[in-house]
């Protein structure tokens, strides 16, 4: 029994195994520089770690008992002034807190303080500008609109109450279709060119195909230069004398 009581005495007597620790260089640090992080694990050989926001930038290195990590963050969540608290780091199972990395500006308060910068990083989106307001311009739209279909409305107007006006005047006029033709061919003959042509060719419609004064009435109607008042008169005379038989 006496061997096994000089054992357990020289257990007690024997120094704690060293904690592992956990530091972080450059502290404070600025936006965008890289840090060091140093896990020191003495009886350690399985760490675990975790950096949110920062993410390494190199591989891990292990030197005997001491891991390094090169860590890195250009995201808005490290953007200074601001405190990063990494998660803590597991030695085998133990927990190893990290120190509070405290991120600064890269351009000193005091610099700011006696020469404020003239320039400002823009981060959202300039108002939208015009040259007209969207409601002016729907107004105008719908105005425009509007005059669109009013003239359309006045057109067909127009347009129904011509048509009311020649079925009445075709109503009225019980005379047969080519004494009809017969008396607009004599009025023509005070009028312009295209009223003689478009007279022609209406005697030409309600003639028969194949008969002569129909030829003459088309081709007159046809022809190169302006059908002359002789000329009408001449298939007037004629066409007259064709219903009179």
Known sequence: MRPLLVLSA??????PAPAATAALSPNPARFGE??????VAPQGE?????????APVAAPERTGTTVTYRLQCLSQGCAPPRTVHFPPAYVDGAKVAWPALRLVGRVPDSALAKSPPRWRKQTAFPPPSYRLRPGLLAVLLVAAAALLVAGAVALVAVELRRRRRFEEQRIADARPPLERALALLRE????PAPDRRKALALVSRELPADDALEQTATALAWRRGEPGAERIEQV???LEQELAK
């Open 34 to 39: 890289v840090v060091t992080a140093t896990v």
């Open 10 to 15: 020289a257990l007690a007597l024997a120094p």
């Open 46 to 54: 399985n760490v675990q770690v975790e950096f949110g926001p920062y």
């Open 236 to 238: 007037a005379d004629a």
């Open 188 to 191: 023509s003959e005070r009028r």
